[in-house]
């Protein structure tokens, strides 16, 4: 099965920027939506942004206009651009696979990455 590693993360000013990856190996030979999301502790998982299989893109309003999604052509790297950052943007961020309506292969699965820390302060 997809195994997923999140990179990227670290500590940014409010207003900078940082560029997240989500490396996808092992079986990626799915149709999947590729979805960021992010954790604060004592807070429920949020949903930052999603693309289709259909390549459609969809974000959170607390990060539009701010936050890029992207999937690269071989399907095997997720990234999230991240600009004009703000402290409540900090958190644990993951990615996350889901079989698209269309996939059958019953090797396509959801799956979390491990995460990546982002700290947005002074």
């Known amino acids: 099965h997809v195994k997923l590693v999140e990179s990227g993360g670290g500590s940014v000013p409010p207003g900078g920027s940082l560029r997240l990856s989500c490396v996808l190996s092992g079986y990626t030979y799915c149709r999947w939506d590729m979805s960021w999301y992010r954790q604060v502790p004592g807070k429920e998982r949020e949903f930052v942004a999603v693309?289709?299989?259909?390549?459609?893109?969809t974000y959170a309003d607390s990060v539009k206009g701010r936050f890029t999604i992207h999937l690269d052509t071989s399907k095997t790297l997720l990234e999230l651009q991240m600009n004009d950052l703000k402290p409540e943007d900090t958190a644990m961020y993951y990615c996350?696979?889901?079989?698209?309506?269309?996939?059958?292969?019953?090797?396509?699965?959801?799956?979390w990455g491990q995460g990546t820390q982002v700290t947005v302060s002074p």
């Open positions: 693309v289709g299989s259909d390549g459609t893109s």
């Open positions: 996350k696979t889901l079989p698209a309506a269309s996939e059958y292969d019953l090797n396509c699965l959801e799956r």
